[in-house]
């Protein structure tokens, strides 16, 4: 067909042999771009992600998503009103409602402070330390009843950092046990150091003297100076300044079947009077 010659008037764009070329039907009146080979489509730089249309035009996206960020919008909103987010009263009602919390924090530590532990919540406490240092202060020994002050003054240094409730209790707690009395004579004086040494314990037996009045006392032969311990203490309680005269001016001498002459004698020094037999004797017992 190519070496044949194509008759006038024949345009081989509308015969059977521009179909066999794949050229197809074309109308010679319309003006068409030149055509780029499929293969070549994926290779453009300007490829966009495929949407899905929607009737009445546009490429917005699709109406699941768009109602989910409505909900979402509308759920934030009555949560979180804008009034309420950035209006003045909730800041007030913040700085109220702190205010209370740490009103109400302070009278929770000032009952802790005062409270008296039972062996269970010392126990839980693991108060083991505190425990043995009031063991120490109180048990038996010593020349006196009372502890020596430099005892008791490194008592109340190592109590200067613990809890006036933990060591508190232990001492009330020690008054009321099955002890010897010198035991709790000991805890009454530690008590009475801790009191003049430092203001939180001072509140604290304050707070709980009815406890050191009427703790039991035993009737026997150290009952009396139990007794006056305890009266001191309370005292001291009250005014931590107070101080105790001694109505003791040293000490007595009782005389026995004592001629006066001869105790004279014996004072200053001079001769015994004429009448004074020698074999009269002086005789001093102190008591």
């Known amino acids: 067909m190519s070496n044949q010659k194509v008759p006038a008037g024949i345009d081989l764009r509308f015969t059977s042999w521009s179909a066999t070329r794949n050229e197809g039907y074309r109308d010679p009146s319309v003006s068409l771009p ?29 109406e699941s998503e768009q109602v989910q960020q409505t909900v979402s919008k509308t759920t934030t909103q009555q949560q979180f009103p804008k009034s309420i987010q950035t209006g003045p009263s909730i800041s007030a009602a913040v700085q109220q409602n702190n205010q209370i919390q740490k009103q109400q924090q302070k009278i929770t530590d000032a009952k802790q402070e005062i409270e008296i532990l039972s062996p269970e919540d010392l126990q839980n406490k693991n108060c083991e330390y505190e425990t043995k240092l009031v063991y120490d202060i109180v048990q038996p ?47 009454l004086y530690a008590i009475e150091a801790l009191v003049r040494k430092s203001v939180k314990f001072q509140k ?20 009396e100076q139990l007794t006056n311990i305890q009266s001191t203490v309370l005292k001291v309680i009250d005014d931590p300044s107070y101080v105790e005269m001694s109505t003791s001016t040293g000490p007595t001498f009782k005389m026995g079947n004592v001629n006066k002459l001869i105790f004279e004698q014996l004072v200053t020094g001079n001769k015994p009077s004429q009448g004074v037999s020698k074999s009269q004797d002086l005789s001093l017992i102190h008591i």
């Open 204 to 223: 604290y037996f304050q707070a709980n003297k009815n406890t050191v009045e009427n703790f039991p006392i035993e009737q026997d032969g150290n009952a």
């Open 141 to 187: 020994g010593g020349a006196r009843i009372k502890q020596p002050d430099q005892l008791l003054d490194q008592f109340c240094k190592a109590c200067e950092t613990l809890l006036s409730s933990v060591i508190g209790s232990l001492l009330l707690h020690k008054l009321y046990s099955e002890v010897p009395w010198i035991v709790k004579a000991k805890s």
């Open 34 to 62: 030149p055509t780029q080979p499929i293969s070549n489509l994926g290779n453009s730089g300007n490829q966009q992600q495929y949407k899905k249309g929607r009737p009445g035009g546009g490429w917005d996206e699709d």
